[in-house]
């Protein structure tokens, strides 16, 4: 049984993140050296990640909650109301999700949701399923 951290080259798709913290930004980019065919886009802003979804039409897209501009909650319903993005799987990465904002989050279509520090093999498992 291959290791999740084993490179899949087949595994191809976009991944939009949007996050404003660089560590991790950085961490994820590290990460998916083990997908090299993963194109990694991201968003440093709210508002810059609705545009970037819109654009890239991502198979993935990967959602802080603490946004300089606009919260990820905030990022997160005009992505589900949208046909041309509503589609696409979101991924809530967060180091302090409330129960509450989980509860809501999960109900208004989040797929999942990861805990920071991102884990290198949890988080190659999530995109795997995803992507595949
Ligand atoms: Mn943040």
Redesign the pocket.
Known sequence: MSEPTDPVAGRTGTILYI???LANLQLVRGILAYRPSITLVSAMHGNLGLDQARRHAPDLILL?L??PDISGEEVFKPLKQDPTTSAIPVVIVSADASRETHERLEAAGASLFMTKPVNVRQFLETIDAILE
């Open positions: 996050e404003d913290n802080d603490h946004l």
